[in-house]
């Protein structure tokens, strides 16, 4: 019913930036929210940054990356960002993209595929 693709990813050295965007599309009927998870080798997933819209616009990052990184999002186009700057090779993971989607009459969260972003030098 709804598809994320991510793109942007790849690989930076140390200090570098990526840019990444993930674009919704699909059956459904509004996104609540859109955001960004990341696993790296060995770890759990955990919650980069995200966005939400109720009227207001509320953007919630984990502490390591809030100084560094910027969500974005493109209501129009069923989109979000990730502008990531400062990169640190603890940076390195696959970004998943997500979103809680209202799909009928229910409230789902969809995951992307995921997207690797290496920080090395």
């Known amino acids: 019913q709804v598809q994320l693709v991510e793109s942007g990813g790849g690989l930076v050295q140390p200090g570098g930036s990526l840019r990444l965007s993930c674009a919704a599309s699909?059956?459904?009927?509004?996104?609540?929210?859109m955001g960004w998870h990341r696993q790296a080798p060995g770890k759990q997933r955990e919650l980069v940054a995200t966005t939400t819209t109720h009227g207001i616009t509320n953007d919630v990052y984990q502490d390591s990356v809030k100084d560094r990184f910027t969500i974005s999002r493109d209501s129009a186009k069923n989109t979000v960002y990730l502008e990531m700057n400062r990169l640190k090779p603890e940076d390195t993971a696959v970004y998943y993209c997500?979103?809680?989607?209202?799909?009928?009459?229910?409230?789902?969260?969809?995951w992307g595929q995921g997207t690797q972003v290496t920080v090395s030098s």
């Open positions: 699909g059956n459904f009927f509004s996104i609540n929210t």
């Open positions: 997500y979103a809680e989607v209202w799909t009928d009459y229910e409230l789902g969260e969809y």
